[in-house]
């Protein structure tokens, strides 16, 4: 039986309470528009909304807009507004690799960092719209350069700097970025990642990218192009810290995120201006329960979404105290994040279930020779928790103290749409729990009938949420057709999902050909494109598989050109190729050589069988008489390699 965690009030009164929940959900479904009418007061606008939510996923009148008569600036909203209040308040802490090389931003020298940094961008002809890619390690200047580009209204695309230069090529060609900002070399687990390196090679296939901006952090000797590249500490010497903000409508672009799918190449997520914030504000304020001067640590990267969300614009929004790390969990030692924890004071903590397997593993002393006396919090993101998992980050990282926030949410969402809220909900360890007032899930069949009561099926949204992506850049036949068509008139998150008889949700990981490895989403076509582009490789299917630390891992089968051996020293570089080509997240864990794949008479591919035998379940591999070649599933169940 699953226990089950009662919400403890804390000592201060809480913020939202059941009670409180229950009547703001009832209120955000009853009556969406006023409750947003009232719920969007929560950020500043320059130029107040009339208009709410003009919201519809039918074909013949889609469209998603919230507030879209307002005006606003995110900037202004992170800075301006807290320096009466808070202008000598720290904003940023930056925790570098090495532990203690901290460095603590107030939000007025922020504002200050901020506004010169857009004046940079401005000397450099960015105008609003533009869009800028920011290619960089987690340096508080890199906070500053998102949020400058806010007050100018360029729009930013942050590629993880884990990625490699040809898909940043390919990230800044999608979006036509006419410049770049990256810096000399990141610093991570004691090693040097070649941003600027990065940067110059994907630029050879990059050609509209006129201006590359470069931040020192190493201190490296790296290669300057003249007249095309430039320190940004020469730049900054020379920028005036005044800039007034631009008045932004609600509906502006704000960036661009890349995100994997199930199909084709990366799409570039679409997040506008005031949804977006209220949403991060919000959610931000009520799932960590945050209060005036607690320390916040969301250990994402800014590369990624959550680093977007409650690494920079959910806290700075909310005058908070946010930490940016730039170094790894097991750097110097596997102590790392809770030594942090109590150096730093921080009092809610945030990270992904593969970080907390991986430590897990590692015993228990790692953790308890720190106090963590500060933690209040706890927060789970990006892939299902296990529940022994969270066992053992609530028993033994918070001392049974503190409640766990397991958010439930995607790039697409702009912020979590399914969580508990601390003090409110009662918890069930491996549970997101229920919605966020204003969020309707509803769990359908293959067929995209309603399920009702307790029960398991695919996880749809029915009506739209400030929050919600708009677009996919230059695409947005392929927005509609990604989310909207699978089950007509509603959002598809494409995830599994399964509601026990409390309404608790249980996301139980993805139900289309998209992988998460360690949290990180990794869309199976993509990794096939890398292996086919292999000389060598005449086919490629590429399924998950479980995996202990990691979630899923990726387990790839191969078919080579004739002619071609199949050896152990193919098979490695094979899957250094991808890294190459891709970057490591993208590395398969397993490659097994396929002389042929199992695929039905009319050519597609039978991944379900794939699956299966990546995952060792071969008793069971269903029907394969419809099959070409049935013989072909025995060669690869005998042949099946166990990952490393
Ligand atoms: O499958 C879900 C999983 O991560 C996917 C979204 O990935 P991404 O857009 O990269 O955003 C990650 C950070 C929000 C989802 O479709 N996922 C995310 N959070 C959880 C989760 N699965 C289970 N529980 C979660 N808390």
Sequence with gaps: MTQTIHAAPHDAVAQVDKAEYDARYAASVADPESYWREGGRCIDWSRPYTEVKDTSFDEADFRIRWFADGQTNV????LDRHLETRGDQTAIIWEGDEPGETRKVTYRELHSQVCCFANVLKSKGVKKGDRVTLYLPMVPEAAAAMLACTRIGA???????GFSPDSLANRLVDCDSRLVITADEGCRGGKRIPLKANVDKALDHAPGVDTVIVIRRSGADVPMVEGRDFWLHDLLAD????????PMDAEDPLFILYTSGSTGKPKG?????????????TTFRDVFDYRDGEVFWCTADIGWVTGHSYVVYGPLSNGATTVM???VPNYPDHGRFWETIDRLGVNIFYTAPTAIRALMREGDSWVTKSSRKSLRILGSVGEPINPEAWDWYHRVVGDRRCPIVDTWWQTETGGILISPLPYATDLKPGSATKPLPGVQPMIVDAEGKELEGATEGNLCITDSWPGQMRTVWGDHDRFFQTYFTTYPGKYFTGDGVRRDADGYYWITGRVDDV????GHRMGTAEVESALVAHPKVAEAAVVGMPHDIKGQGIYAYVT??????PTDDLRAELRQWVRKEIGPVATPDALQFAPGLPKTRSGKIMRRILRKIAENDTSNLGDTSTLADPSVVDTLVAERIRPA
């Design 560 to 565: 080579l050109n004739a002619g071609d051996e």
């Design 515 to 518: 992988i998460n490895v360690s």
């Design 239 to 246: 920028a005036s810290p005044d800039c007034p903000a631009e």
């Design 155 to 161: 729009i930013h695309s942050i590629v993880f700097g």
């Design 269 to 281: 997520v679409l997040h506008t201006t005031g949804g977006y914030l209220v949403w991060a504000h």
């Design 325 to 327: 790390f730039d170094g």
């Design 75 to 78: 900037s202004v909203n992170c």
